[in-house]
């Protein structure tokens, strides 16, 4: 194990760890529970994300990364080496690595990604940015002179980058994604029917019945939780199209801000974004009707990517080989790396 080489997902709702030459070899929660008197962390991942709603005043329970980036340094330093040493075991682990960041992240940000994953120890440690990573983990040769046009919809943040040579072109990034949906979720229910429920219930739901477009079949899921007045445990089944009506608006945020990606974008590349159409990747992709959506709204035909929940973690995984390239800039070598350190 010593030596070999990792891409790390850093996501607001996952971390996601890829083995060279192994694939996804850790994909878990990006959460943490500390129990508050005495610091100590209670539980890490899985076992923490199962404590959401759930815990004492004396345990708080932490996103470390929020909205792509890091917002608790010392907790995201304890997730990271959590996982790597998970990964590694017991055996002494001194790997390059990948990372993958949001496109609109700024050097401040940039550098505690990197300060909280090297103190863990590894060798060398180069970025990626989302987009051309989720490019790559969908299958497109991004070194050719060819525009794709590639949408990451994750936890906490949307990017969008057209990717030609592979480089971005022009990007955009937003604060509205799969949380947001959650989120909205929880009001609209509150709202509608006096109903206080959890982020864990607003996902299950969302996962089971949500969509942003119509669809011939309407399905059903009950949600259970508090009410608003009485404090009394309640349940309500909610539909696919109350679903719908409570995450629309922020859907047609990500797809008017695709719009405006669109506008800004070069003629020579607008053409090949045009014939070859859009890449929808990300966790979100999965939402029902998403892509027709897309596909209504900008005129452009949309493919959701083959396991888009995993395309940024399979696509940092490729970069692997480029490693070597931030070293030694042979010639007529792209490479999709956009800093070492």
Partial sequence: MSGTDI???????????????KG?????????????????????????????????????????????????FG?????????LKKVSGSRVFMPRVVVSVPCAITE?????????????????????????????????????????????????????????????????SMQVAGDTFDDRIIKFIRRKYGLIIGEHMAEEAKIAI??????????????????????????????S???????????????????ETLESTPPELMGDVYEDGIILTGGSAHLAGFGTLMEKKTKIAVHVAEEPENCVANGAGKAIRYIDDMENKEYGVLNPLSAAY
């Fill in 7 to 21: 891409a790390i997902d850093l996501g607001t709702s996952s971390v996601k760890i890829y083995l060279d030459k």
């Fill in 24 to 72: 996804i070899v850790l994909n878990e929660p990006s959460v943490i529970a500390v129990d508050t008197v005495t610091d100590s962390i209670v539980a890490v991942g899985t076992d923490a994300y199962k404590m959401i709603g759930r815990t004492s005043p004396r345990t708080a329970v932490v996103r470390p990364l929020n909205n792509g980036v890091i917002s608790d």
């Fill in 75 to 83: 907790l995201a330093q304890e997730l990271i080496r959590y996982y």
């Fill in 108 to 172: 401040v940000e940039k550098r505690a990604v990197v300060d909280a994953i090297s103190s863990t120890g590894v060798r060398r440690i180069c970025l990626i940015e989302e987009p051309v990573a989720a490019a790559m983990g969908a299958g497109v040769d991004i070194s050719q002179p060819h525009g794709t046009f590639v949408v990451d919809v994750g936890g906490g943040t949307t990017d969008m980058a057209v990717i030609s040579l592979s480089g971005v072109a022009i990007s955009a």
């Fill in 210 to 239: 949500g969509c942003v477009y119509p669809q011939t079949a309407v399905r059903t899921f009950r949600v259970k939780g508090r009410n608003a007045l009485t404090g009394l445990p309640q349940w309500t089944d909610i539909t």
């Fill in 241 to 259: 199209e109350e679903v719908m009506e409570a995450i629309l608006e922020p859907a047609m945020q990500i797809v008017r801000r695709v719009q």
